[in-house]
């Protein structure tokens, strides 16, 4: 059992930065591959960016590769989103959620978080 909660949205410029974090509790989070994904309104679930469970794999949707870095800290339990030269397009909100092994499909996904909002104004 994994629970996730997570942190760090709010609303930026576009250009700006902002640095989602997501803790977790329980015995199995290290076991765990860890993803981020976004949600608009009106929208399905999206990929966003996926880590494995020693943080040594990693992968990224296309839209945000280059922008935005996930990394892990298996020794506090955490997974960071940052999110670098933010666009207006990227306003959602920011999900995390873990898995068995990497994956860019949400029904992969065992665990999610309740979310956090990010806005980027134009």
């Known amino acids: 059992q994994v629970q996730l909660v997570e942190s760090g949205g709010g609303l930026v410029q576009a250009g700006g930065s902002l640095r989602l974090s997501c803790d977790a509790s329980?015995?199995?989070?290290?076991?765990?591959?860890m993803g981020w994904f976004r949600q608009a309104p009106g929208k399905e679930h999206e990929f966003v960016a996926a880590?494995?469970?020693?943080?040594?794999?990693?992968n990224y949707a296309d839209s945000v590769k280059g922008r935005f870095t996930i990394s892990r800290d298996n020794a506090k339990n955490a997974v960071y989103l940052q999110m670098n030269s933010l666009k207006p397009e990227d306003t959602a909100v920011y999900y995390c959620?873990?898995?068995?092994?990497?994956?860019?499909?949400?029904?992969?996904?065992?665990?999610w978080g309740q979310g956090t909002q990010v806005t980027v104004s134009s």
């Open positions: 329980g015995r199995s989070f290290r076991n765990n591959a």
């Open positions: 880590i494995s469970w020693s943080g040594g794999g990693t």
């Open positions: 959620a873990a898995a068995p092994t990497m994956a860019w499909v949400p029904s992969e996904y065992s665990y």
